[in-house]
Nanobody, 124 residues
Framework: DVQLQASGGGLVQAGGSLRLSCAASGFTFDGYDIAWFRQAPGMEREGVSCLSSRDGRTRSADSVKGRFTISTNNAKNTVYLQMNSLKPEDTAVYYC?????????????????WGQGTEVTVSS
């Protein structure tokens, strides 16, 4: 049974940092694209960052480049999103997702596997 378990969200002041985790069970990341998405109230789900285990490349939305970093610990079958210099506009529910791909990484509807979401609130 494939599962993704996201955690690490919380309340932080602007300028602060959080690290989100997404633990996978029932499969390994080999061959998968693993991505973080976020959705703010009343907004569409948007891609934050993606790591492809097929070519090792990472991709990020322009809004988070230089501030967010995606990484994996294959031994723990866990993907992380390190978020630094957080801004109030980063407030959203963050989801991790995985799929074999290939497709444009921001195409959230193409991902088969999703975590349950973890809420991030950045206060000004």
């Amino acid at each position: 049974d494939v599962q993704l378990q996201a955690s690490g969200g919380g309340l932080v002041q602007a300028g602060g940092s959080l690290r989100l985790s997404c633990a996978a069970s029932g499969f390994t990341f080999d061959g998968y694209d693993i991505a973080w998405f976020r959705q703010a109230p009343g907004m569409e789900r948007e891609g934050v960052s993606c790591l492809s285990s097929r070519d090792g490349r990472t991709r990020s939305a322009d809004s988070v480049k230089g501030r967010f970093t995606i990484s994996t610990n294959n031994a723990k079958n866990t993907v992380y999103l390190q978020m630094n210099s957080l801004k109030p506009e980063d407030t959203a529910v963050y989801y991790c997702a995985a799929d074999l791909g290939p497709f444009p990484w921001e195409s959230w509807s193409s991902y088969d596997y999703w975590g349950q979401g973890t809420e991030v609130t950045v206060s000004s």
